[in-house]
């Protein structure tokens, strides 16, 4: 995945072929930021500019900006993955929460 990251922002980059530019979409907040270039260097611009005034609009509305993500995660699992994951956690001498890290690294990393 393309990806540009300033100030904590992650942001997807995507290629238009109907228009032939290049998109990009900040990602992890609900809010719909995007921007768009016709080339790299335009883009890497144009990233830090949505990203700057997204928080100064925030700023003006007194609206906190929403920060892309906190660290926390609340998972809904069926409770045999549940008791399954435990049970791999405490064969290898992990807290269920640190397996789970592990995990997610694993698979963001592959």
Known sequence: MNTLTYKGYTARIDFDDRDNILIGKLLGIG?????????????????????????????KIGKSPEKPVNGKILLRVPPEVHAAALVKAQAVGKSLNQWAIDALRREVSA
């Not at 995007?34 to 949505?50: C, G, Q, R, T, Y």
Request: glycine share 0%.
């Open 31 to 59: 809010d719909l930021i995007s921007f768009h270039a016709d080339n790299v260097s335009e883009l890497h611009i144009a990233f830090k500019e949505a990203v700057d005034d997204y928080l100064e609009a925030c700023k």
